[in-house]
C-alpha cells in the first residue's frame, strides 16, 4: 500500500494547482517542495528587477472568479515580490501548505509495481501509485563553467539563488556575467546603486522596452470587468499571450508602413513588438532582417558611445529568434559612468580568482560577481533526479538523444507520471499553459478512478506521432539556427553543445486541440489497465 496516492514534486504554480484539483477526486497528496514557500519561479528568483513580461492579469491563475475580484495586481507587469504574495494568497486561500513538505529535496523517483518510490536528500522515502512532475522548464540553474568559481572570497550567485534577506550594492564593485532576460533585468536594477559595474557579455539580445506602470483605479475596475474575454483572447492566440501576430507579411506593406507599425510595437508594453509582429518575421530572413535594421538602429540612438552601441547589437542571429529580454532603460544604463561592457567573446573570462576575474586581455577587482547565467532549460530539471521507469531504465539515459514524450506530459516507460511542464508542452504565457494541463492530468485520473484503472503509459506509436508533429511543427523557423535554450543549447552542460528540436514549437491553440482529442478519444493512446502487481483501486 504506498503512502500517497499521487506525490507531486515542486509547489511552483503548477504543483500549486494540481494539488488544489487533485483534492477534488478525494485523494491522498503529497507535494514535495526543495524551497521553504510556495512559489516555485518566483520563490527562487529574487533578484533586483525580477518581474513579468506577461501583462500581470493575463499570468495570474484564471480558474477562481472570486480570486480574480479579490487580487489586484499594482502594476501592469508586476514584480517578482508582488507575484510570491500573489502565490502565497493563493496558498492561505486553498489551506495548500497542509499537504505539502517543504524543504525536501527529490533526489530520486523509482518506478516498479505499479508506483513510485521517492527518495529525499535526507534519505528518506515515500511512495505513492502517481507521479507528477510540477518541477518548471526554467528550473535547474547553471553556473559558469569557469575555474576557479570556488575561489571568490566575496559573494558570487546564481540569479535564481538569490540571497533571501538582499544585497547590498551601495559603493560595490560588481560584476553581472550573462545578458538574457535576467541578466537585463538585474543590470538596469544594479546599475542604479552599484559603486562599478561591469557587465561580462558573450552574446547580446535585442531587447525592446517594456513600457511598464502602475495599474490605474479605473484599468483595475476594467480589467476585473474583463476577465472572462482577456482569458478567452489567451486561449485563441499563439502562445497564450494577449498579442498575436499581425496576419499580414512584411513586405505586403509599403517601407513607411512598416517603420510605422514597428515604431507602434516599440511603443507598445510587452510582447507586441515580438510576437504581435508581421507573421513572417520569424521564418523569412529577409523580414526578420527588417525587424533586426529597426531595432538596431534603435540601440544605435539610445547609446551614445557608438562602441559600445555596436558592441550590444547581435550579429549572429536576427531578432526575436531568441527570447526577446524586454527592458526599462537598459541600454541607457551604458551611458552612465559607472557601468562598463566587455565583450566576453573577444576577451572570455579565462578564471576567477579570490578577488575578481582574469580575462584574456586583463585582471578585474569585484565585491561582488552575479551569475545570470541561465538555466539547464526544458529537461534539466529531470536530469537532476535519478527518474528510473519500468526495468530500473533511467530517463536521462531514455532521453540522452532527445526527449521523447506524448503532448510532453508522458513518457514511454514511465507510468503512471505526469510531466506538467515536461518538454513539448506548449510554452508562452506559462499560467495558461500550467491550467490547461494540471485539468488534462486531473482529467485522465478522474477517468482512471472511475474505471477501476491503476497504470497509465504512452503507447509508442503515439509517441512516435506525437515526435513527428513537435519535429514538424519546428521546420522553417529562423529560431532553429540560433543556440539557445529554446534549441537546447547550454555551453555551461555537458552534452548540451548541439542544437536539439527541445520544444513544442506548435501553437498552444493546436497543442490543447491535440491533447483534447486524445482525452474525448477514450485515450486510446495511452495503455490504460490495471498495474502488474497491484490490485486495481
Ligand atoms: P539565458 O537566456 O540562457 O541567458 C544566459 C546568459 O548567460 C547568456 O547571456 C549567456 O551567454 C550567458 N552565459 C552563460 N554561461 C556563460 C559563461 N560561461 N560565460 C559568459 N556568459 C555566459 O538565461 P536567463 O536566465 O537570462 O533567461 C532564461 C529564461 O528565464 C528566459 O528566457 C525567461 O523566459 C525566463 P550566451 O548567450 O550563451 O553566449
Known amino acids: 500500500m504506498a503512502d500517497f496516492d499521487a506525490i507531486i514534486i515542486g509547489a511552483g504554480m503548477s504543483g500549486m494547482y494540481q494539488l488544489i484539483r487533485l483534492r477534488e477526486l478525494g485523494m491522498k497528496l503529497r507535494v514535495l517542495e526543495a524551497g521553504s514557500g510556495v512559489g516555485g519561479t518566483w520563490y527562487w528568483n529574487r533578484y533586483p528587477g525580477a518581474r513579468f513580461d506577461s501583462e500581470s492579469y493575463s499570468y495570474g491563475f484564471s480558474f477562481d472568479p472570486e480570486l480574480l475580484q479579490e487580487w489586484s495586481w499594482s502594476e501592469h507587469f508586476a514584480p517578482q515580490p508582488e507575484t510570491l504574495r500573489y502565490l502565497n ?6 489551506d495548500l501548505r497542509r499537504d505539502i513538505q517543504f524543504n525536501s529535496h527529490v533526489t530520486a523517483a523509482h518506478y516498479a509495481d505499479g508506483g513510485w518510490t521517492l527518495t529525499l536528500a535526507d534519505g528518506s ?17 547553471t553556473l559558469p563553467r569557469i575555474d576557479g568559481i570556488e575561489s571568490f572570497r566575496g559573494p558570487c550567485f546564481h540569479t535564481a539563488r538569490w540571497p533571501h534577506e538582499g544585497v547590498d550594492f551601495a559603493g560595490k564593485r560588481v560584476a553581472v556575467i550573462g545578458t538574457g532576460a535576467t541578466g537585463v533585468q538585474t543590470i538596469q536594477e544594479v546599475a542604479k546603486t552599484a559603486g562599478h559595474l561591469t557587465v561580462f557579455q558573450r552574446t547580446p539580445n535585442w531587447c525592446a522596452p517594456l513600457h511598464n506602470r502602475p495599474i490605474t483605479e479605473e484599468e483595475q475596475r476594467r480589467i476585473k470587468q474583463d476577465y472572462p474575454a482577456m482569458f478567452q483572447r489567451c486561449a485563441e492566440t499563439f502562445a497564450c499571450f494577449l498579442h498575436s501576430a499581425d496576419p499580414r507579411g512584411t513586405f505586403e506593406v509599403t517601407k513607411e508602413e512598416r517603420e510605422a507599425f514597428y515604431e507602434e510595437l516599440y511603443a507598445s508594453p510587452g510582447f507586441g ?23 538596431a538602429a534603435k540601440i544605435r540612438a ?9 558592441m550590444l547589437i547581435p550579429r549572429n542571429h536576427g531578432f526575436g529568434t531568441r527570447r526577446v529580454p524586454l527592458e526599462t532603460r537598459y541600454y541607457e544604463v551604458y551611458n552612465q559612468p559607472n557601468v562598463e561592457l566587455v565583450d566576453s567573446k573577444a576577451t572570455p573570462i579565462l578564471r576567477i580568482t579570490p578577488t575578481g576575474l582574469t580575462t584574456s586581455e586583463r585582471d578585474f577587482e569585484f565585491d561582488i560577481i552575479i551569475c545570470a547565467t541561465g538555466f539547464d532549460g526544458l529537461t534539466g530539471a529531470f536530469d537532476r533526479i535519478d527518474i528510473r521507469g519500468r526495468d530500473g531504465v533511467a530517463l536521462k539515459q531514455a532521453w540522452s538523444a532527445g526527449a521523447r514524450t506524448l503532448v510532453g506530459m508522458l513518457a514511454e516507460g514511465f507510468p503512471n507520471m ?39 503509459e504512452p503507447r509508442p506509436e503515439a509517441v512516435e506521432a506525437w515526435m513527428a508533429h513537435v519535429m514538424e511543427c519546428s521546420i522553417g523557423l529562423l529560431s532553429n539556427e540560433v543556440d539557445s535554450w529554446f534549441t537546447g543549447v547550454n555551453t555551461n552542460v555537458e552534452g548540451r553543445q548541439t542544437r536539439t528540436v527541445a520544444r ?4 498552444a491553440p493546436a497543442y490543447r486541440a ?5 482525452a474525448a478519444g477514450g485515450y486510446r493512446e495511452l495503455r490504460l489497465g490495471a498495474a502488474s502487481g497491484a490490485a486495481p483501486g
Open 302 to 310: 539610445r547609446v551614445k558611445d557608438p562602441r559600445v552601441a555596436e
Open 273 to 295: 513588438i515580438w510576437v504581435g509582429n508581421f507573421k513572417d518575421s520569424y521564418t523569412d530572413p529577409a523580414a526578420n532582417a527588417e525587424i533586426s535594421d529597426f531595432i
Open 89 to 94: 494568497r493563493v496558498a492561505d486561500k486553498y
Open 125 to 141: 522515502r515515500q511512495t505513492a501509485r502517481f507521479l507528477i512532475t510540477a518541477i518548471g522548464p526554467l528550473s535547474a540553474p
Open 418 to 456: 505526469f510531466m506538467l511542464l515536461g518538454p513539448h508542452t506548449a510554452l508562452g504565457n506559462i499560467p495558461r499553459s500550467i491550467e490547461f494541463n494540471v485539468e488534462w492530468v486531473s482529467a485522465l485520473l478522474a477517468h482512471m478512478q472511475q474505471h477501476h484503472l491503476t497504470e497509465a
Open 514 to 518: 491535440r491533447c483534447d482529442a486524445i
Open 504 to 507: 513544442y514549437s506548435g501553437s
